[in-house]
């Protein structure tokens, strides 16, 4: 949720302290009685604080919300938190070609993100099942954080999770909202990897990994500069 700058004033004095009266909370001079009893009654009604025993209080959810906030009150992106499903069936890998953007064209593993609380491998299945039809049981292998640039301007910065799975049950779905899936071979697996815009050695490092069954757990870091985006 984004706040403009009174609430923001007024949510930056509550999470310092263990609750504060009404006057407590009043965020500056320059702002009128009106104005702050106005957005004091919208952060109650959305959730934020809440009064009890004549104090205004974060709520849980307020307490999620300021964790997201520096001292000044700016929001800080977060990384988003993705897996990586790596599927292999005999000696072929399932990839998936995106038709989406952005880098609509890019051949890669299945991807997706990962709920909160949501363990690396329920979310692995979680996400298989829901793109491609098929069911596997998953073992996380590697972490690998992706930072991406175009044009000098960081545009996505992910943990992606790199889990493996073989031999799946069910019937491919070749096509859908999610993207074009296909089996190929680990050696145009690795040439798509080569020419994806997003593309890069750490992603041929893990698809040789997973095709010489290496499960020693890893860690990369990557920055790619994208050509187009």
């Known amino acids: 949720m984004v706040y403009g700058e009174v609430q923001t004033k007024i949510l930056l004095k509550i999470l310092q302290s263990d609750g504060l009266r009404y006057s407590e909370a009043y965020p500056g001079e320059e702002i009128d009685d009106d104005l702050y009893n106005y957005h004091l009654k919208q952060l109650i009604k959305n959730g934020v604080i809440e009064k009890n025993e004549g104090k205004y209080v974060l709520t849980s959810l307020g307490r999620s919300e300021v964790q997201?906030?520096?001292?000044l009150g700016e929001y800080q992106e977060q990384?988003?938190?993705?897996?990586?499903?790596?599927?292999?069936?005999?000696?072929?890998?399932?990839?998936?070609?995106?038709?989406?953007?952005?880098?609509?064209?890019?051949?890669?593993?299945?991807?997706?993100?990962?709920r909160r609380g949501e363990k690396m491998v329920e979310a692995a299945k979680r996400k298989l099942k829901a793109e491609t039809n098929l069911e596997?049981?998953?073992?996380?292998?590697?972490?690998?954080?992706?930072?991406?640039?175009?044009?000098?301007?960081?545009?996505?910065?992910?943990?992606?999770?790199?889990?493996?799975?073989?031999?799946?049950?069910?019937?491919?779905?070749?096509?859908?909202?999610?993207g074009e899936f296909f089996w190929t071979g680990f050696d145009e697996a690795i040439k798509f990897a080569s020419n994806n815009v997003a593309g890069g050695e750490n992603q041929i490092e893990i698809l040789n990994r997973v095709k010489n069954n290496k499960t020693e757990l890893f860690y990369l870091e990557e920055v790619i500069e994208l050509s187009r985006y």
């Open 136 to 178: 596997a049981e998953f073992k996380l292998i590697g972490v690998l954080r992706s930072a991406r640039k175009f044009e000098n301007k960081i545009v996505e910065d992910t943990i992606y999770n790199i889990c493996v799975a073989h031999e799946p049950k069910g019937e491919l779905s070749i096509a859908n909202e999610h």
């Open 79 to 114: 990384f988003r938190v993705s897996v990586l499903m790596y599927v292999t069936l005999g000696d072929k890998i399932l990839m998936c070609r995106r038709t989406r953007w952005p880098l609509r064209g890019d051949v890669t593993s299945p991807a997706g993100k990962v």
């Open 68 to 71: 997201m906030m520096d001292v």
